[in-house]
Each structure stands twice: as structure tokens, then as C-alpha cells.
């Protein structure tokens, strides 16, 4: 289990800080928002509210430590890697912290991804002679899927209200009611570079960024469902297991 | 068998094990792989009933007589897979070996088929191994571990040139189903082991054999789908899908069936418990009573009949396995409902 003391662990909605004066305290919600900026890249999600944030601590001379832990201790260590070094950046960009660490705790590869992100050496040299690429790729691919399924989520209710595939096509991000969904849709695919101005249209390959072939939409829909329906399906997975390993830790 | 509502399901468990993973069994050295593996797998049981979990001394460990207890006796099932995990590099006597399977099922003739595996990376010795295995247990099937650690290397594709010469010598061998893990718990590093194009290849290249992609691909259901619509020789293994989703979460539980069902189609679906993870009894009790609920957002998702669920529960793998079946199980040729996207241009001309 965590070593994390028990004023810091999450418990509710409580935000993992522990109870602390001064400027430390202060700069140590401060850390807490980058980190919610921090997202599992394979779920979508802030790792804050997935629970996965143990502890973030600043000491009064800027020193951050912030823990973190996972649903299992075989999560995959690409995306564990991917998570601890977005961490590491967002942490130390916070005005007036001097350092951080970041732990990741539990997890059969904690020691060469704390130790590979502390160095600031990437995800090939943290594994030495186990991994051959880093993983901007890996990140791209998933923030695609995101987009599917951000696209599902947007397309879902208009379709409800009776839109037609012929209207959807020529539907405009700026024309669809704006809505949390939508939103968080056109960040994931201005991140990849893709369309996400008021003109840009609403259906749009992923990988190319160009637009549907009208021909295609009720494929492209479907396929959106689907990526949704496995996105979804994974989240509940992970969150019920990491449940189990930290039953007072899931706050999603 | 289960009889519910004056209806006979014919039970397949075509995904289950009888591993040995307690502290005696554990690789001097690699003691936190062993533990943090069976941790994990303990884990998944939680995502079941909570009157269906185990201590972890009991799940490390659990007996003969607790399986045929569990599997048959309680669990419904008339034939039941073995499915080996070796996982050597950390449990002295493997975790789950083909001869520990097939010793099992020796002493019980006509309740087990024991799969066998093979690792490409094992060269000239592997195959003979295989063919050993094959002799002596009359194995028709094998479990793929492609992102298995060997000897330095953390994993490999089955689109492999060697692992075509495995494919090719199983064929020749006998062998007709091959089984695919590609789901949680085995990590990949960079090498992205829950990539399923490599299956999609071996696949097409292989059209004789099949292909049953257990845990239906998890977390990329989505491109399992893809795949397995364009692929008649591609099956979707349900193990995780019902154990860890039924209970757990059971309106994600839908729309992966529903998903499912619209690509793959429940002639291609097959059922298996993953026990000692799950008891099967809860799993096909609840599944021979789940229905598509009839909520707004899954209305564009079809109903499972009767004759579906006696094809996943057990008629697809039967026929996989050449299982007889007594008559008063089977299904009209065309009864159930075929997978709504049969149509393959739909994705490939897309």
C-alpha cells in the first residue's frame, strides 16, 4: 500500500495537500492545479481526479514532492512514464518552485521512471536497452481516439434532436451549441494540430485533419460510438481496480 | 449445463486456468514480479460480487477440488479450456503449465481441453516442444502471450517471420485456434502489446486457422472491432469483458456488448470465465438473464436472444473445438441475430 501519511491521502473530494501553513500550503494548491492539468493519456482524465495524486507537498523553500499511484502495479509503463514527466513539467513551472520530485509509488517500474524523469532522460534511456522509441506517437494515437470519442459525445445529442448525417456534415465547430463536451473537443484536437477554429468542420478524419466524405458519416459515427464505448469500458476497468488497491482514493 | 426458464445452455469455458502462484513457487530474485502479478490478478476478482471473492492466500493457491468444485460442480460448465500462462521468469515451476493443466485433466476425462502455447523466440527447441505437447496432449489450441518477457526481450508480434514458422508447424500439427492475449495486465514498454494489427496479418496469411482475441482487445476495443469485422477467422474472447464489467459496471458492460454484437456479431463471441480470476456460476447466471437494458442511449443497440447466448455460452467454441453437443442444446441453423456490420467494405472502404 502507499506510504503516504493520512492527513495527506485523498479522502472524498478532499484535495491531497496536507493541512500546512504559510507559503507552502499556498504554492502547494498552486502545484495541485498544474497537476490537474496532468491527464492519464490513455483514460482522458485529469490525474487528479482519478485519484491517482497521493500527496503534493511544497516546502516553504519550494521544494515540491508530489506521489503518485496507479490502479495496478502492472499499468503499463509507457503511459506511467508519460504521466510522472507531465507531472515533473507542470510542477516545475509553477511561479516559486525552485524543485521537484516526483514518485511514483507501487509500480514494478517505479524505480527506472522516477529515476528516468528526475534525469530528465526520456523515456529510451530510462529503460536501458528495453524500449527503442519515445512515446509522442504513442500520446498522438491516444488524443485521436480522444477525439473520436469527443466527437460521440458531441454528435450523440444533436443527432438525438434529429440532425441528419447530410447536416452534420456541414455543421461548423462554431454552429454546434457549446457545451463542456465541445469544449474539451476542440482542445484535444487543437493539441494535435488538427482544426479547432469556429470555422473548422465538425466531422473530421483524425489522422488528416480533413474533412468527412459525406458517404462515410454514419461510418465515421459508428466508429466514434465504438472508441467511446472502449474508452469508457477501459475507465471503468481501471477505476474499479484501483478501487480495490486504494478503496479510499477514487474521487471520479 | 444451465437450465433457466425451460431453456438448456450448453457451457464452454473456453478461457480458464489452475495456476500455481503461492510463495514456494516464486523465482529467487524476481519474488516482486510474482507477487505484484497474482496482486494484480486479485484485484481483477474484486470487480465480481463481493460473495465470490477469495483471501489472496486461497487465490494464490486455490486446489483441484476447489476448480472442479467452482468450474463444474457450481460453475455450470460441461467443457472447460485450459488456457497455459508460463511466466517462468518468475514462478519456478511456470504459473500455470501445460503439463499442470493437462495432470489435472487426465483425472477427468471429457471435462477438459488442454491447450498448449508457444513462444517464436524459442527457436529449433520450441518447436519441438510444441510438437511434443501436441502428441501427448492432443492439443488443438494454443495462448499467445506476445508481450511475454524471454530472455531480454519484452515481447514480440505474431506478424513475426518467426512467429509465421510457428504458425505455419501449429498448422501442420493440428493446431486450429489460436488464442490471443491482448488485454490488461502484461505490460508493454514501448513495444505497444495491445496493438491487434499483428493479428489482423497472421489472419488474413493464415485464413485456416482461427484467431480468438482474448479480452477483446482491452483498452482498444475499438480497433479490435475494426479489425475483426474485416476478418472472418477472428473471434472476440469475452474473458475480463463479463467478469470485470458485468458486475462492476454494468452500463459499460452494455455498450461493449452492444459494440460487439453491431461488428463481431454473436456468432463470433465465446465466453470464458478466466477462473481462477472468476467463478463462472455468477458470470452465466448473469449473463443468461442480461438483456440490452432499454435506456435511451443504448437504443440503437440490438437485443441478445436466447439463441445468441446459447452460441457464446458455448455452441461458437464447441464448434471451434469440435465438441459434440447433445441435440437438445443446439440452435436452428439460422436462429440469433448475425452481427449487423457482416459488411466489410463499410470499414475497409472507408
Partial sequence: MTSTSTDSRLSGGRAPVPPEGGAGASLAGTALAALATVRDPELDEPITTLGFVASCVVSCDGRAVVRLRL????????????????????????????????????????????????????????????????????????????????????????????????????LTLGAVPASPQLLRLRQRRA???????????????????????????????????????????????????FRVRYPDGWTA | MYQKDGEK??????????????????????????????????????????ETHWPIEKFMSY????????????????????????????????????????????????????NTRFDPRDGDIGIEELRRNV????????????????????????????????????????????????????????????????????ATDFPELNFIVEHVGLPRIEDFCFMATQEPNVYAGLSVAIGGLMHARPKFFAKVMGELLF??????????????IWEPKWQIEGFVDWQMPDDDDLSDYQKLTTAGKKKILGLNAAKLYDIEVPAEFLVPAQAGTPAAQDDAQLVSGS
Fill in chain 1, 71 to 170: 490502479p495496478t502495479y502492472f499499468c503499463a509503463p509507457n503511459f506511467a512514464f508519460l504521466m510522472v514527466a507531465d507531472a515533473y513539467d507542470a510542477v516545475t513551472a509553477v511561479p516559486g518552485v525552485q524543485a521537484a520530485e516526483i514518485i511514483l509509488e507501487d509500480h514494478f517500474a517505479s524505480d527506472a521512471i522516477n529515476a528516468g524523469v528526475a534525469a530528465q532522460a526520456g523515456f529510451v534511456a530510462s529503460f536501458d536497452g528495453e524500449a527503442v522509441a519515445e512515446l509522442g506517437d504513442l500520446r498522438a494515437q491516444f488524443l485521436r481516439k480522444a477525439v473520436m470519442a469527443g466527437t460521440d459525445q458531441v454528435c450523440r445529442p444533436l443527432v438525438a434532436a434529429g440532425v441528419t448525417p447530410a447536416e452534420l456534415l456541414v
Fill in chain 1, 191 to 241: 493539441e494535435l494540430g488538427l482544426p479547432a477554429g469556429d470555422d473548422a468542420p465538425l466531422l473530421i478524419d483524425p489522422q488528416t485533419g480533413e474533412r468527412i466524405a459525406e458517404a462515410s458519416v454514419p461510418l465515421h459515427l459508428r466508429k466514434a460510438r465504438v472508441t467511446r464505448a472502449g474508452l469508457d469500458a477501459n475507465t471503468s476497468i481501471c477505476s474499479g481496480m
Fill in chain 2, 9 to 50: 445452455y450448453f457451457i464452454v469455458d473456453s478461457h480458464m486456468h489452475y495456476w500455481s502462484a503461492g510463495p514456494d513457487n516464486w523465482v529467487k530474485g524476481a519474488e516482486q514480479y510474482a507477487k505484484g502479478w497474482i496482486e494484480c490478478f486479485h484485484a481483477y476478482q474484486g470487480l465480481g460480487p463481493a
Fill in chain 2, 63 to 114: 486446489t483441484e477440488d476447489d476448480l472442479m468444485k467452482d468450474v463444474f460442480a457450481d460453475g455450470h460448465v460441461d467443457v472447460a479450456i485450459f488456457q497455459p500462462t508460463y511466466l517462468k521468469e518468475w514462478y519456478t515451476e511456470g504459473f500455470n503449465t501445460t503439463e499442470r493443466n493437462a495432470a489435472l485433466g487426465e483425472k477427468h476425462p471429457g471435462k477438459f481441453i488442454a
Fill in chain 2, 135 to 202: 502428441e501427448r496432449y492432443g492439443s488443438k489450441g494454443v495462448k499467445l502471450y506476445t508481450a511475454e518477457w524471454n530472455n531480454g526481450s519484452r515481447g514480440y508480434k505474431l506478424s513475426d517471420p518467426g512467429a509465421y514458422r510457428y504458425l505455419e508447424k501449429a498448422q501442420e500439427l493440428g493446431i486450429k485456434n489460436i488464442h490471443v492475449h491482448k488485454g490488461p495486465t502484461i505490460w508493454p514498454l514501448d513495444k505497444d502489446a495491445f496493438d491487434v494489427s499483428d493479428v489482423d496479418h497472421a
Fill in chain 2, 263 to 276: 461488428w463481431v456479431g454473436e456468432d463470433k463471441m465465446t465466453f470464458g470465465s478466466d477462473y481462477g
